[in-house]
């Protein structure tokens, strides 16, 4: 029993040295023990780091974008733990990793945005960024190019089954002309556009009938004619003569009635019918023709319109045409976006005057729903 007193006085001395660093001793032997730190605990005062993943966005450097809204991909951190994360005031749930991700709305011009992050021991971080929102302007051509399409039929006659009636030598060759014109340098699509050699009266429905099943209210159509025409004084009617027409008989005729009633079918926005035959004014009330301004541009799109030109009035004109020549080449060495019908005619009007002796026609073709506009030929 004395012994073990001994031995506990001892571990009682030599835990008292150690704590002071004091050397033990006894009668054989001495042991100096070193002091033992002691740690304390260092308050956390840091507070989450946040970065962004996608857009990057440098610190203070302001974001652009051309779009009324963006998504938000970002990252915050901490050794502590996060509590929370808010964008704008709007908690954001977060990934184990503390990955964000959320939707911005934004309003034309600088959009300020503030996100707040705190970690377990209530330390904040506040973050702020600047994202510009810049709306793309939006042009007459991105209205169309967006709501609308270009059509054409395109129909040149140079044969013609009855010996009666005289062939042609240059309409074939004109409408294959304006055809990969009007592909090449305006916003008119291959498959949209239909060119028909030496059609048959047949042909003429037929085509007529699909445009009618397929074009929108929104879209734009031209027709082209380039063949014989002919004018019946007595019936006071025009008629267009297909490949397959007679001269004695009128079955296979077209008549100007018959298109007209097609061209009310045909619900376009914008209908320009350009004829290059015989007696070709007589599908319309002729007017003056003069430059638009090209201010005008955008309201003359808003408007219906049903135009026509035509290379004579109600006489005869000759085969190699003026009119398609000088028509075709203003369209080529068009340079403006913009284009209406009646600058296009207003262009060609005296060359085709001063080298023929015919006398081209521009208009409205009468009660088919013309309210003012006019055809734009919008330029790739």
Same mark, same amino acid.
């Given at each position: 029993?004395? &012994?073990?007193?001994?031995?506990?006085?001892?571990?009682?001395?030599?835990?008292? &040295?150690?704590?002071?660093?004091?050397?033990?001793?006894?009668?054989?032997?001495?042991?100096?023990?070193?002091?033992?730190?002691?740690?304390?605990?260092?308050?956390?005062?840091?507070?989450? @780091?946040?970065?962004?993943?996608?857009?990057?966005?440098?610190?203070?450097?302001?974001?652009?974008?051309?779009?009324?809204?963006?998504?938000?991909?970002?990252?915050?951190?901490?050794?502590?733990?996060?509590?929370?994360?808010?964008?704008?005031?709007?908690?954001?749930?977060?990934?184990?990793?503390?990955?964000?991700?959320?939707?911005?709305?934004?309003? $034309?011009?600088?959009?300020?945005?503030?996100?707040?992050?705190?970690?377990?021991?209530?330390?904040?971080?506040?973050?702020?960024?600047?994202?510009?929102?810049? $709306?793309?302007?939006?042009?007459?051509?991105?209205?169309?190019?967006?709501? @609308?399409?270009?059509?054409?039929?395109?129909?040149?006659?140079?044969?013609?089954?009855?010996?009666?009636?005289?062939?042609?030598?240059?309409?074939?060759?004109?409408?294959?002309?304006?055809?990969?014109?009007?592909?090449?340098?305006?916003?008119?699509?291959?498959?949209?556009?239909?060119? %028909? =050699?030496?059609?048959?009266?047949?042909?003429?429905?037929?085509?007529?009938?699909?445009?009618?099943?397929?074009?929108?209210?929104?879209?734009?159509?031209?027709?082209?004619? @380039?063949?014989?025409?002919?004018?019946?004084?007595? &019936?006071?009617?025009?008629?267009?003569?297909?490949?397959?027409?007679?001269?004695?008989?009128?079955?296979?005729?077209?008549?100007?009635?018959?298109?007209?009633?097609?061209?009310?079918?045909?619900?376009?926005?914008?209908?320009?019918?350009?004829?290059?035959?015989?007696?070709?004014?007589?599908?319309?009330?002729?007017?003056? &023709?003069?430059?638009?301004?090209?201010?005008?541009?955008?309201?003359?799109?808003?408007?219906?319109?049903?135009?026509?030109?035509?290379?004579?009035?109600?006489?005869? %004109? $000759?085969?190699?045409?003026?009119?398609? =020549?000088?028509?075709?080449?203003?369209?080529?060495?068009?340079?403006?976006?913009?284009?209406?019908?009646?600058?296009?005619?207003?262009?060609?009007?005296?060359? %085709?005057?001063?080298?023929?002796? @015919?006398?081209?026609?521009?208009?409205?073709?009468?009660?088919?729903?013309?309210?003012?506009?006019?055809?734009?030929?919008?330029?790739?």
């Amino acid at each position: 029993m004395k &012994a073990t007193r001994i031995l506990l006085l001892l571990v009682l001395v030599l835990g008292c &040295a150690a704590m002071n660093g004091q050397e033990v001793k006894s009668k054989k032997t001495s042991l100096r023990i070193s002091n033992i730190p002691v740690v304390k605990e260092v308050p956390d005062t840091e507070p989450p @780091a946040i970065a962004f993943i996608s857009p990057k966005i440098p610190a203070g450097i302001k974001y652009y974008s051309k779009q009324p809204e963006m998504s938000l991909i970002g990252k915050a951190t901490d050794e502590s733990g996060l509590s929370f994360l808010s964008v704008m005031g709007e908690m954001q749930s977060l990934t184990e990793t503390g990955i964000f991700n959320t939707r911005l709305e934004l309003q $034309p011009g600088e959009n300020r945005f503030t996100i707040v992050a705190m970690d377990e021991k209530e330390n904040l971080k506040e973050v702020e960024f600047v994202v510009e929102y810049v $709306p793309p302007v939006v042009t007459l051509a991105d209205k169309i190019s967006e709501t @609308a399409n270009y059509y054409g039929l395109i129909i040149g006659i140079n044969n013609y089954r009855d010996k009666e009636i005289q062939d042609l030598d240059n309409p074939i060759k004109d409408a294959e002309r304006l055809y990969q014109t009007l592909i090449d340098h305006y916003q008119f699509k291959k498959e949209n556009i239909k060119l %028909v =050699k030496d059609a048959t009266r047949a042909e003429l429905i037929r085509s007529l009938d699909e445009l009618a099943g397929k074009v929108t209210e929104n879209d734009n159509l031209v027709i082209f004619y @380039a063949g014989h025409g002919w004018w019946d004084a007595e &019936a006071a009617n025009g008629y267009w003569l297909p490949s397959d027409a007679e001269k004695e008989v009128k079955t296979n005729w077209f008549r100007n009635s018959t298109l007209v009633d097609y061209l009310k079918e045909i619900n376009t926005r914008h209908t320009l019918l350009v004829a290059d035959a015989c007696f070709g004014g007589s599908i319309f009330k002729t007017r003056s &023709a003069f430059g638009t301004k090209e201010k005008a541009y955008e309201r003359l799109y808003e408007l219906p319109s049903r135009k026509a030109m035509t290379s004579g009035t109600l006489t005869e %004109v $000759p085969d190699r045409s003026s009119f398609t =020549k000088y028509l075709i080449r203003r369209l080529e060495e068009n340079k403006d976006t913009y284009l209406s019908s009646e600058q296009l005619f207003s262009s060609f009007r005296l060359a %085709v005057i001063n080298n023929s002796d @015919a006398i081209p026609q521009y208009g409205e073709i009468e009660k088919v729903g013309d309210e003012g506009g006019d055809f734009i030929f919008l330029r790739k």
